[in-house]
């Protein structure tokens, strides 16, 4: 027993580098446990196994969350299990709908927190971000819709940021999925058919695709629920953000502090470029509606169609099917 110091217990000692020698598992006097580093513990453990015929568990995967997300989490069920003691107000939407710049504005006017990030939960009355469906407990929620094409573009150019330049990139495995086939990252057009499959398949950041996440906000038009479009806002921010204050608050918004957020956020402050003005290295890419027309190709419309093209007419967006013949064939 040359390398080991053994020490005798009545209890076992808590420690993984910490195992019983073969044969000793029923001695009447107490284990007797040899302090090794992990690697010879891990040998002697499977010498025990094999000794004393102890079947071992199968290996499972490992997934460790970061820590932030957890605390995403316990906020969310802490504000809808307990919402006269966490009266949060719910900020939510598909990702990237417009649902942080609205979260931004909402914060400024109530003059609420907007803690984003946070590896702890939040235990004070704040606005929350997320990209939740609207769910039933929900006390007070904002819900952003925007036009689902410009959601699969803008998510596109999100995403590709963080794909090297070039033909055919080395991908990690999570973006290989998300971008299935990809040869170079500019072929955008080219790209979009495939990323919008995979979007509607397996959505990123939420469980629901654009037309089922659009759709929990249609079936849920109820009190404490207010939605406000993306396009609207890009069209007239004060109006919609005192439309939002109203329907949360109950009263009517007061102009200057509408004015206030309206010009503290706007897309100029925020990226310190005009509107319209494209960078595809930025979070704050273009801020323009209806830019999937210089992207969406014929079959990636067809692709969209057949997921959400219901929702899509619903939600106001089409007037009919016909959207699709307008789009490029290649």
């Given at each position: 027993m040359s390398g080991y110091t053994r020490i005798r217990a009545e209890a076992p000692i808590?420690?993984?580098?910490?195992?019983p020698t073969p044969g000793e598992l029923d001695a009447p006097t107490g284990p007797i446990y040899n302090l090794a580093s992990p690697r010879a513990a891990l040998a002697r453990l499977n010498r025990v196994r094999r000794t004393?015929?102890?079947?071992?568990?199968?290996?499972?995967?490992v997934r460790v969350e970061p820590l932030?997300?957890?605390s995403r989490r316990i906020t969310r069920w802490l504000g809808v299990s307990f919402p006269d003691q966490f009266p949060f107000v719910f900020v939510t939407g598909c990702p990237k709908s417009g649902t942080s710049w609205v979260a931004q504005l909402v914060s400024d006017y109530l003059r609420l927190p907007f803690p984003r990030h946070s590896p702890f939960p939040i235990g004070i009355p704040a606005v929350i971000h997320g990209h939740d469906i609207v769910l039933r407990k929900f006390r007070r929620c904002v819900y952003v819709m925007r036009d689902g094409r410009d959601v699969m573009c803008s998510l596109y150019f999100h995403l590709s940021r963080?794909?090297?330049e070039g033909d055919r990139p080395a991908m990690s495995r999570r973006h290989s999925?998300?971008?299935?086939?990809?040869?170079n990252r500019?072929?955008?057009r080219e790209n979009m058919p495939a990323f919008v499959e995979a979007q509607m398949k397996r959505p990123y950041s939420t469980p629901y695709n654009w037309g089922a996440h659009v759709r929990t906000f249609m079936d849920s038009r109820r009190e404490g629920v207010v939605g406000v479009r993306y396009e609207d806002l890009l069209a007239d921010a004060a109006a919609g953000l005192a439309s939002v204050a109203e329907g949360l608050t109950g009263e009517e918004a007061d102009p200057d502090r509408v004015r206030w957020?309206?010009?503290?956020?706007?897309?100029?402050k925020l990226s310190g470029r005009r509107r319209g003005q494209e960078s595809r290295?930025?979070?704050?890419?273009k801020g323009e509606a209806g830019d999937w027309v210089n992207h969406f190709n014929r079959e990636a419309a067809e692709i969209f169609d057949l997921h959400c093209g219901k929702t899509l007419i619903e939600a106001g967006y089409e007037a009919d099917r016909a959207w699709i013949e307008r789009c490029p064939p290649t």
């Open positions: 808590d420690s993984h580098s910490i195992v004393n015929r102890i079947a071992m568990p199968p290996k499972q995967p932030n997300n957890v963080q794909v090297p999925q998300i971008f299935p086939g990809l040869v500019e072929n955008v957020a309206v010009e503290k956020f706007s897309f100029e290295s930025d979070f704050l890419r």
